[in-house]
């Protein structure tokens, strides 16, 4: 007799679906899509070589299946020398969103969490000097680090707060969310202009001045006034 075979829509049992924890809540936020903002505070433009002023806001992504929870422990990433942390707040939509003005996109705002935009620096600035995608610098494994999430009608609305990050209990990054060249709303009305934002969206909305190297053994914390402190250690490299 033959044996029962099992069957299935897919020739590999597909991976499950990213997503993240909700303050007081059993139900999580499925994750469909990961956008960032290159330099968002005026003195990080400033130590990347850029001019805040001049500079309309410009995004890179990263994959969905990059997160990775507060709390974890994490192996130093292959393929660098010069491994970044860059402290960030996040924002999660939870309405859809197109061509909208800023008012608009405020409304599509559902949630906040704190995050870290992880940074192989060298391959990063390796694909600026030669005009290449940032993809290997900063699409990488692991490299979206993220605290559960608090909903905007729970903390409101995040306008201003610090916003800082130590290694290994050393204050290395401090700045205020005030200090946004692009304000939430901003970006989310600016980035409706090229996407179809909803829900399972989330943008990571920049850094402040302050990056630096981590290295293994080390300890990042970070903490954005309102939400959950977010930590993240670094294992060895793999
Ligand atoms: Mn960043």
Redesign the pocket.
């Known amino acids: 007799m033959e044996a029962q075979t099992m069957s299935s829509d897919y020739v590999f049992p597909p991976e499950p679906q990213p997503s993240v924890p909700v303050r007081g809540s059993r139900q999580r936020y499925a994750v469909s899509r990961i956008f960032?903002?290159?330099?968002?505070y005026a003195a990080?433009a400033r130590e990347m070589g850029g001019d805040p002023d001049r500079e309309p806001p410009f995004y890179f992504t990263k994959p969905a299946n990059a997160l990775v929870p507060s709390g974890a422990t994490i192996p130093y990433p292959p393929g660098t020398k010069n491994y970044h942390y860059?402290m960030?707040l996040v924002v999660a939509i939870g309405a859809p969103v197109f061509k909208v003005t800023p008012e608009a996109a405020k409304a599509a705002v559902w949630g906040y969490a704190a995050g870290l935009?992880m940074?192989r620096r060298d391959l990063q600035n390796e694909a600026k000097k030669t005009g290449r995608p940032w993809d290997t610098g900063?699409g990488f494994e692991n490299a979206a680090v993220i605290t559960e999430l608090v909903r905007v009608s729970e903390v409101g609305p995040l306008d201003k707060g610090a916003i800082t990050l130590a290694v290994n209990g050393e204050e290395k990054q401090r700045g205020d969310l005030s200090d946004l060249i692009w304000s939430v709303a901003e970006v989310v009305a600016n980035l409706s202009q090229f996407y179809h934002l909803k829900a399972g969206d989330l943008i990571?909305?920049?850094?402040p001045e302050g990056?630096g190297p981590v290295l293994p053994g080390d300890v990042i914390t970070g903490q954005i006034e309102g939400l959950a402190e977010l930590s993240l250690t670094i294992g060895a490299p793999e």
């Open positions: 960032c903002v290159g330099r968002n990080h860059e960030e935009d940074t900063k990571y909305t920049g850094t990056v």
